[in-house]
């Protein structure tokens, strides 16, 4: 089992500064292939505590995600196996201020 981000994120980063295993990543600002923030299946421990500080709500546990975020599973764990992957990056930098 894993948690994935949807579409629906909008780059607010709260999910990584919660996440005990460090396992949430940011695609780089302005990256087209890459918008959103993406969690690695094969690290995240499933503990849920992304869920509830995402204001979009755009995380589910994989056996909840809704059909047409169904892709997005597939696109979470690609991001660490084809896509940037994990990376140095800075929080704030990479987030975008919520209204
Ligand atoms: S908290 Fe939600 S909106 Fe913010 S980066 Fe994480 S998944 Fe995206
Ligand atoms: S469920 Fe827990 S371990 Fe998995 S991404 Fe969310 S905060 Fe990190």
């Known amino acids: 089992m894993t948690y994935v981000i949807t579409e ?3 780059r607010a980063g709260d999910c990584v ?5 460090d396992c949430i990543v940011p695609g780089p600002k302005g990256d087209a292939q890459w918008p959103y923030f993406y969690i690695d299946p094969d690290t ?5 505590a992304c869920v509830s500080v995402c204001p979009p709500e755009a995380i589910f546990p ?5 059909a047409e975020y169904e892709k997005d599973l597939e696109i979470n764990a690609r991001f660490f ?3 940037p992957g994990y990376w140095d990056f800075d929080l704030e930098a ?5 209204s």
């Open 62 to 66: 994989d056996d909840e995600l809704p």
């Open 81 to 83: 196996t084809e896509g």
């Open 8 to 10: 629906l994120c909008t």
């Open 94 to 98: 990479e987030r975008e201020p919520q």
């Open 44 to 48: 995240c421990i499933d503990c849920g």
């Open 17 to 21: 500064e919660v996440c005990p295993v």
